[in-house]
């Protein structure tokens, strides 16, 4: 064979490989990570591991969040946990199933790099894009005052989630629309983004004075399900951010002092 057509034959094939990693491709890509990016350390474990019932919708690892884009240090949408934060939500979630309901984790451990990242955005005053859902009475330039941004997080320490319940059986969210028009996280839930949790008065991560857990303007339904999810998990172990309907953090967490920066995968095992 000539030497011309070992290269057109390459060419070709190189084509149709690209052609069809093109065509594998997600709707979109998670954020690239650090070039040398450090390993998880001994004593954190993949959720699934230890409970494979619990659901998981990782909002950052999708352009499904408040800043609009996959957020740095996500490079799958699973999550991960000290083991005993996650042996203590296996516990939760035994005591849920037998209810009726499933817990759904929104995120988990979050790279400090991931931080970064909501920080960054926060200081850029032009990128409003996603105001009108997540934040449509705060002004942006509050958002550090006001303690929705910050440049720690717990999730860092690897013990604190976001999470809601499920009603089971479990329906499937819809997929993800970006061109879906926006409606205030606080609307009524047929009307605000599609999520298959229970109701509980906002969207996650609503950036509103009805997201705090005992808000005495929510009340009915969607008071006993942030109480149904609140007295479980203290049960279980943790405790609850007042701000915040869905953040939890386990009260005897492993590494109170210590922020990881290894990126968001399944460790080996």
């Known amino acids: 064979m000539s030497v011309l057509v070992r290269t057109a034959r390459a060419a070709a094939l190189s084509a149709a490989v690209a052609v069809a990693v093109s065509a594998a491709a997600p709707p979109f890509a998670p954020a690239p990570a650090a070039a040398a990016a450090p390993k998880p350390p001994k004593g954190f ?9 619990i659901r998981q919708e990782i909002r950052y690892y999708t352009p499904n969040n408040f800043v609009g884009e996959p957020i740095n240090g996500y490079l799958q949408p699973t999550c991960i946990l000290t083991r005993p934060a996650a042996q203590a939500l296996h516990r939760a979630q035994r005591a849920l199933l037998r209810q009726g309901y499933s817990l759904k984790v929104y995120d988990c451990y979050r790279p400090q790099r991931s931080v970064n990242h909501f920080v960054t955005w926060a200081k850029d005053l ?16 509050r958002l550090f005052e006001d303690g929705y941004i910050a440049e720690r997080s717990g999730h860092s320490r690897g013990s604190t989630l ?10 499937p969210t819809p997929p993800y629309d970006p061109d879906r028009p926006l409606i205030p996280c606080y609307a009524a839930q047929e009307d605000r983004a599609p999520d298959n949790s229970v ?13 705090h ?9 969607q008071k006993a399900n942030r109480l149904l999810l609140k007295s479980t998990l203290e049960t279980a172990g943790f405790k609850n951010l007042p701000e915040e309907w869905w953040h939890y953090t386990l009260r ?9 920066d290894f990126p968001v995968s399944k460790p080996a095992r």
Do not use: H, N
């Open 199 to 211: 109701d509980m008065g906002t969207g996650f991560d609503c950036f509103d004075t009805l997201s």
């Open 162 to 171: 976001d999470l809601a319940l499920v009603k089971l059986p479990v329906r």
């Open 252 to 260: 005897d967490e492993p590494f109170p002092d210590t922020y990881f």
């Open 213 to 221: 857990t005992l808000d005495p303007r929510i009340q009915g339904e």
């Open 45 to 53: 474990v993949a959720l699934s591991d230890v409970d494979p019932t």
């Open 126 to 141: 032009d990128d409003q894009a996603m105001k009108a859902e997540f934040y449509p009475q705060v002004d942006k330039s």
